[in-house]
T-cell receptor, first 114, second 113 residues
Framework: AQSVTQPDIHITVSEGASLELRCNYS??????LFWYVQSPGQGLQLLLK??????LVQGIKGFEAEFKRSQSSFNLRKPSVHWSDAAEYFC????????????FGGGTRVLVKP | DGGITQSPKYLFRKEGQNVTLSCEQN?????MYWYRQDPGQGLRLIYY???????QKGDIAEGYSVSREKKESFPLTVTSAQKNPTAFYLC????????????FGSGTRLTVV
């Protein structure tokens, strides 16, 4: 069965510092990969996604993620964090066929210090 | 603009009452999902539907019911059998063309009073 692990439940980072959120997955084949962000009291918004091709994917709000097949990882990065990046981040893996659900990680809450 | 709408944003329920949360999408998506969020517990799947007039239980279906009479609509009823209904509820939709990613609504916060 597929699974997604986000090892860090909480991360605190200073404003202007770099951020990296880890995501490891277990899946039968290379899946579609997603990162979502959730601000408090809001729904989830898609940050970026990977299907195939270039393993470095650019997303919205200055985020990028790198797919590493050998490590079954899809880590999210941002070079310089802004206070507005304080939120919860979810990694998800999905099927390459219609009719299947996404599997979500448990989320990583990011706190930004002034 | 296409999107997914949840209403109401806030809902209060008395003990023993059933309440229904609305979820409507105009994305022509085939599948729809209901998740529950509690602090520190991520997303837990309640029910999902991949086609009209068909739905399946998720991981925490007890005390909830759904219907899917129209492709656009997937209402969730929180029944009196749900012992701890206070939570944040998220609806999502998924199309079978393109990337199979989810589009989420903005959520409904349900509180028992």
């Amino acid at each position: 069965a597929q699974s997604v692990t986000q090892p860090d439940i909480h991360i605190t980072v200073s404003e202007g510092a770099s951020l990296e959120l880890r995501c490891n997955y277990s899946y039968g084949a290379t899946p579609y990969l997603f990162w979502y962000v959730q601000s408090p009291g809001q729904g989830l918004q898609l940050l970026l996604k990977y299907f195939s091709g270039d393993t470095l994917v650019q997303g919205i709000k200055g985020f990028e993620a790198e797919f590493k097949r050998s490590q079954s990882s899809f880590n999210l990065r941002k070079p310089s964090v802004h206070w507005s990046d304080a939120a919860e981040y979810f990694c998800a893996v999905g099927p390459k066929a219609a009719g299947n659900k996404l599997t979500f990680g448990g989320g990583t809450r990011v706190l930004v210090k002034p | 603009d296409g999107g997914i709408t949840q209403s109401p944003k806030y809902l209060f329920r008395k003990e023993g009452q059933n309440v229904t949360l609305s979820c409507e999408q105009n994305l022509n998506h085939d599948a729809m999902y209901w998740y529950r969020q509690d602090p520190g517990q991520g997303l837990r799947l309640i029910y999902y539907s991949q086609i009209v007039n068909d739905f399946q239980k998720g991981d925490i279906a007890e005390g909830y019911s759904v219907s899917r009479e129209k492709k656009e609509s997937f209402p969730l009823t929180v029944t009196s059998a749900q012992k701890n209904p206070t939570a944040f509820y998220l609806c999502a939709s998924q199309g079978w063309r393109g990337d199979y990613g989810y589009t989420f609504g903005s959520g409904t916060r349900l509180t028992v009073v």
